[in-house]
């Protein structure tokens, strides 16, 4: 299984970006996808996650109404819509696959079997 995310970069504070995460080597539709980010010197923050169909989003109290997270399951891929970036959202945001999670466990990162190596999202004031 491989998972790859791309699509950071340098944006300005009200800024956006498009992050997408290429899925291989499993059978993508019966997996939740789940984003995370990781700043430095702090823990992997739970971002959001979207169920089999595309149609469940949730997300963490820090990024409702900011992002957004689909799926597109005849690609294979996960997007994440990050929109009014802010400096605190600067990290390096990461894709994840299960598909055995209970939507009890979304928000935490060893529920999750698969990672992808991460995509650098930094934010200037």
């Known amino acids: 299984v491989q998972l790859q995310a791309s699509g950071g970069g340098l944006v300005q504070t009200g800024g956006s970006l498009r992050l997408s995460c290429a899925a291989s080597?499993?059978?993508?539709?019966?997996?939740?996808m789940g984003w995370f980010r990781q700043a430095p010197g702090k823990e992997r923050e739970f971002v959001g996650t979207v169920s089999r169909s595309g149609i469940s989003t949730n997300y963490g109290d820090s990024v409702k109404g900011r992002f957004t997270i689909s799926r597109d399951n005849t690609k294979n891929t996960v997007y994440l819509q990050v929109n009014s970036l802010k400096p605190d959202d600067t990290a390096v945001y990461y894709c994840?696959?299960?598909?055995?999670?209970?939507?009890?466990?979304?928000?935490?990162?060893?529920?999750?079997?698969?990672w992808g190596q991460g995509t650098q999202v930094t934010v200037s004031s």
């Open positions: 994840a696959a299960d598909n055995v999670i209970s939507a009890s466990d979304y928000d935490k990162p060893l529920q999750y079997a698969y």
């Open positions: 080597g499993l059978t993508f539709s019966r997996y939740v």
